[in-house]
């Protein structure tokens, strides 16, 4: 089993930034991806992004040039940094560990972009 809490969600303004943390433990060894996911009310869960643990990483097309995924392998943290945020980014962000053939989630971080 893979343990994971994310932190750093909150209310923040139309160009904003804020950054999301999601600290893994538990079976972390043959994690092969983290990333995040989003979930805006109404529609389904989408890709954000991820990286793998070589440090390739992918990324939704709506958030290319602001989002920032990393990885710190020493602390099994995964951090998401969001630049110019807008509301269309609103949502709950989930964490995602990826072993092979075994998924695991976090509990989910709200991000609310608003003015």
């Known amino acids: 089993q893979v343990q994971l809490v994310e932190s750093g969600g909150g209310l923040v303004q139309p160009g904003g930034s804020l950054r999301l943390s999601c600290a893994a433990s538990g079976s972390i060894f043959g994690i092969v991806y983290m990333g995040w996911y989003r979930q805006a009310p109404g529609n389904q869960r989408e890709l954000v992004a991820r990286i793998h643990i070589d440090a390739t990483t992918n990324y939704a097309d709506s958030v290319k040039g602001r989002f920032t995924i990393s990885r710190d392998n020493a602390k099994n943290i995964v951090y998401l940094q969001m630049n110019s945020l807008k509301p269309e980014d609103t949502a709950v962000y989930y964490c995602?560990?990826?072993?092979?053939?075994?998924?695991?989630w976090g509990q989910g971080t709200q991000v609310t972009v608003s003015s």
């Open positions: 995602n560990a990826e072993h092979p053939g075994l998924s695991y």
